[in-house]
């Protein structure tokens, strides 16, 4: 089945973790990272987070730049790409910033196993798309996605949605920035979390570029199995 092309962009401390034990966002880029990704969100099909990102954080997921805004339009496009959540339970609030703050399409991604009443409220709001029985069938998910005519999917985590992603096969390219905090905690969330892999069948990397960036460094890699 076809499926877009799928990339990871994160921002995680030295010691690899993407937010604090109490699961709250920390910046760890500067203004150059920020002006990266914000580049990266016009530039693609569409934009994916789990459910966990938006109860923790509620990002808008919009493009911030009033000139990238302008750049889509002119090209007949949205001003922001596609925003999508996975929420396999139909969990998200229906006064999160994603259906409050900026124009363009919205899409919730649930499973079987959603309340009806929560999937029918959400129907008001947003396009939603059901794949899977207890948890979203994300190979299914992305092959209907690609269909759409979503053929770059920029995902912004978190940790159990890139797990997912990567477990499938599903990731071409991850992009990390690494900014100069240590947080610690051991249950922090990392890039990639998860049930983890066996040795055998650990997915192996190879780096595109890595370049300085502020106080930290930005590694590109391509997953070689893509």
């Known amino acids: 089945m076809p499926t877009p092309f799928t990339f990871i962009n994160a921002a995680m401390s030295i010691d690899g ?7 709250r966002q920390v910046r760890i880029s500067g203004d150059m990272d920020f002006e990266r990704m914000d580049e990266l969100r016009a530039s693609s099909d569409a934009v994916m987070v789990g459910i966990g990102t938006v109860l923790a954080d509620d990002p808008s997921l919009t493009v911030k730049s009033d000139e990238r805004r302008s750049k889509r339009l002119a090209k007949g496009l949205d ?11 139909a969990r998200i609030p229906t006064d999160a910033d994603i259906f409050r703050k900026g124009a363009g399409k919205i ?11 929560r999937v029918e409220s959400l129907r008001k709001k947003a396009m939603v798309i059901m794949a899977g029985g207890d948890q979203v069938d994300l190979p299914e998910l992305l092959s209907i996605l690609d269909e759409m005519g979503i053929h770059r999917l920029m995902v912004e985590g978190g940790a159990g949605l890139n797990w997912g992603l990567v477990k499938n096969g599903l990731v071409d390219e991850i992009y990390s920035f690494i900014g100069n905090l240590i947080i610690g905690g051991s249950t922090a969330p990392t890039l990639i979390d998860g049930d983890g892999f066996d040795e055998a069948d650990m997915p192996t990397c190879s780096l595109i570029s ?13 997953l070689k199995n893509a």
């Open 210 to 222: 890595a370049e300085k960036m502020e106080d930290g460094v930005l590694l590109k890699w391509k």
């Open 79 to 89: 001003e922001n790409p596609v925003r999508i959540v996975l929420d396999s339970k």
């Open 17 to 23: 973790k993407i937010s604090t034990r109490q699961r």
């Open 107 to 117: 899409i919730i991604a649930v499973s079987e196993s959603a309340a009806f009443d």
